[in-house]
């Protein structure tokens, strides 16, 4: 079964704005991970939180992550078009263990 | 980031024949290869986790005489489908990881399966 559990399910914004989406999980983790695909590619690695960190930028992208509350938020800031893809939170209980991933976001970004 | 190759990148095949689907890692030694499932629009379904010069590690409900992995080098990871069925038809994607790193896995491009 699926560690983790995003919502929204799918997200349709204007370039420009901003894109959130959250992630649940129900067990003690390690670390937590956000992945982009886009239709039919594989899974590009974005950024990884680890436990004890409870923020993380990288370029346009923030990560929070709330242990205590079993929840991590991806945001996308200043959406641009090809930001269209499927955000993917993965989880791992320990490091070495094997990731866990959610049920992903569509994020369509419309020109 | 790493490399992580697969070939095919899409394949159609008869109900009843096997294919092989090779993922290897370009620019790094992968102890540990993980294969994934992807149904249209859903996520990533781990099948089964494979060490180099060990048999691989099967999730639960994924029968192992149909999905054969061999991870026989520390660059190369093979999943065949064996007596395809219509049902297999979906994305496979695999990832590896290094002996150095407990926490980036690298994925591959996946391989679009297609079983009439």
């Known amino acids: 079964s699926q560690q983790g559990e995003e919502d929204p399910q799918a997200l349709s914004i204007q370039e420009g704005e901003n894109a959130t989406m959250n992630c649940s999980y129900k067990t003690s983790i390690n670390n937590l991970q956000w992945y982009r ?4 590619r594989g ?3 974005l950024i990884l939180i680890r436990s004890n960190e409870r923020e993380k930028h990288s370029g346009r992208l923030r990560v929070t992550l709330d242990t205590s509350k079993k929840s991590s938020s991806l945001l996308i800031t200043a959406s ?4 269209t893809a499927s955000y993917f939170c993965a989880t791992r209980k320990a490091a ?3 990731l866990t991933f959610g049920g992903g976001t569509r994020v369509l970004v419309k020109p | 980031g790493a490399v992580v190759s697969q070939h095919p ?3 159609i095949c008869k109900s009843g024949t096997s294919v092989k689907i090779e993922c290897r890692s370009l620019d790094f030694q992968a102890t540990t290869m993980f294969w994934y499932r992807q149904f249209p629009k859903k996520s990533l379904m781990l099948m089964a986790t494979s060490n180099e010069g060990s048999k691989a590690t099967y999730e639960q409900g994924v ?3 149909k999905f054969l992995i061999n991870h026989a080098s520390l660059t ?3 999943l065949t489908v064996t007596s395809a069925h219509p049902e297999d038809s979906s994305f496979y ?4 990881r290094d002996g150095t790193s407990y926490n980036e896995q690298f994925f591959g491009p996946g391989t679009r399966l297609t079983v009439l």
């Open chain 1, 37 to 40: 695909q886009n239709s039919g």
């Open chain 1, 43 to 45: 899974l590009v690695h």
């Open chain 1, 80 to 83: 641009r078009a090809a930001d």
């Open chain 1, 96 to 98: 070495g263990n094997k």
């Open chain 2, 9 to 11: 990148s899409r394949v």
């Open chain 2, 63 to 65: 029968e192992k005489d």
């Open chain 2, 76 to 78: 190369l990871s093979t």
């Open chain 2, 93 to 96: 994607i695999c990832s590896a």
